[in-house]
């Protein structure tokens, strides 16, 4: 690996720094108090190609690598655009990498591009609300009717859903007692038809400009085309999603908390208490030398987890550790950021106290630390299943 960027990294940065100018922290700010997806800044990156940016080139993307993604979400989140900026896009980025692989031809001519151009929103309808984080037990059911299959359940925590006009949905095919291991679960990609989908918005602590959404689905018609791949084998293909979710989560998490150190450090070489900056306080400087060190730490390994994946190797144990670990760089960062503005912190205006609402969601999302630490104990050091 070659940790000093090339070309196309210099290239990728400028690019999305320039498109995110005009997006700046009052931008933010107004999103943040007001809601309403941001329409504008989607659009704009749509515009420029970048929605693309891991499709293949055969069907309008750039036909780039996890590694260029994540530099991608991490540039946005750093400008102060933070998990706001990211999640508007997160989805087009690694969401229809099942479609990707398994899709048939004509499947990805006819979904990949309006994604691409922002003609298409996407939401991705997995999580349940009675099974969590155990997916092989998830109740939305799909029943093979002639040429459709017709689904009823419920879905949690599905972000975008209301302004998406297309759902990734994971549901059951084959009832759960008569299945084995990881099979009787398929994928679709099809309408979000608002007919037969109620989305009621979840309100919560941050990230008020993308919504997250309680999804109920009662007689939605799914035409056959729509399933990807081979009815039953779903879960196996979404897995080729989770870990660039996880490296693009972790790579965005980083990149919230280098803003936020960003803020503190200016506010302490201007802030004078005492006729002498705060700055020079080792009480202020320390704090925030071993945030950029966690964040650089945490960094490393996104890089790494980024290239074993775009080099088809197993990448599972360094995709979910560069998760744990930008998730808590990240969230102490933002606080060490609120502890040097003192009392201002505290205050809207200075938008540290956005970053820590935020920095919340990768320590949460797309899986719990806990579970992290449990996959590392069982699958690296071979200890015994805890649960």
């Not at 001519?109 to 996407?122: E, F, M, Q, V």
């Not at 941050?206 to 035409?223: A, E, H, M, T, Y």
């Amino acid at each position: 690996m070659n940790f000093v960027p090339g070309p196309v990294q210099a290239q990728i940065r400028d690019a999305i720094e320039r498109i995110c100018l005009p997006f700046d922290a009052d931008y933010w700010m107004r999103k943040d108090q007001e809601g309403g997806f941001p329409d504008d800044f989607h659009q704009a990156l749509a515009e420029s190609g970048w929605l693309g940016i891991a499709m293949p080139e055969a069907y309008g993307g750039a036909g780039l690598g996890i590694s260029e993604a994540a530099l991608m979400m991490h540039t946005i989140s750093a400008t102060g655009a933070g998990l706001s900026g990211a999640s508007a896009v997160h989805m087009n980025i690694f969401g229809l990498h099942p479609v990707v692989v398994f899709g048939t031809d004509s499947q990805k001519k006819r979904w990949l591009p309006p994604l691409i151009s922002g003609t298409d929103r996407a939401c991705f309808a997995v999580t349940e609300p009675d099974t969590g984080l155990n997916t092989l037990k998830l109740k939305t059911l799909a029943v093979r009717k002639g040429d459709d299959y017709l689904v009823h359940g419920q879905k949690v925590w599905i972000s975008t859903a209301q302004v998406a006009t297309k759902m990734l949905l994971l549901a059951r095919t084959t009832p759960v007692e008569e299945c084995k291991g990881t099979e009787g679960l398929s994928l679709f990609y099809t309408d979000l038809d608002r007919s037969k989908i109620e989305v009621r918005e979840i309100e919560k602590m941050g990230r008020k400009c993308v919504d997250s959404n309680q999804v109920f689905i009662d007689g939605l018609r799914i035409p056959v085309e729509d399933l990807v791949g081979e009815e039953g084998k779903g879960f196996s293909y979404i897995l080729h999603g989770l870990n660039p979710e996880r490296i693009l989560i972790a790579s965005e998490a980083v990149g919230l908390g280098r803003a936020a150190l960003k803020r503190a450090a200016g506010y302490a070489n201007d802030r004078e208490v005492f006729g002498r900056p705060i700055g020079q306080n080792q009480a202020i400087q320390h704090p925030l030398a071993k945030s950029w060190m966690e964040l650089e730490a945490a960094d490393l390994m996104v890089q790494k987890a980024a290239w074993l994946y775009d080099q088809n190797l197993a990448c599972a144990a360094e995709a979910n550790s560069a998760k744990y670990l930008a998730a808590e760089a990240c969230y102490h960062a933002c606080e060490n950021a609120i502890f040097t503005h003192g009392g201002m912190g505290y205050a809207k205006e200075y938008h540290v106290e956005r970053y820590l609402r935020e920095s919340w969601i990768p320590r949460l999302a797309p899986v719990s630390p806990q579970l992290i630490l449990c996959f590392i104990a069982e699958k690296v050091l071979n200890l015994p299943k805890s649960y």
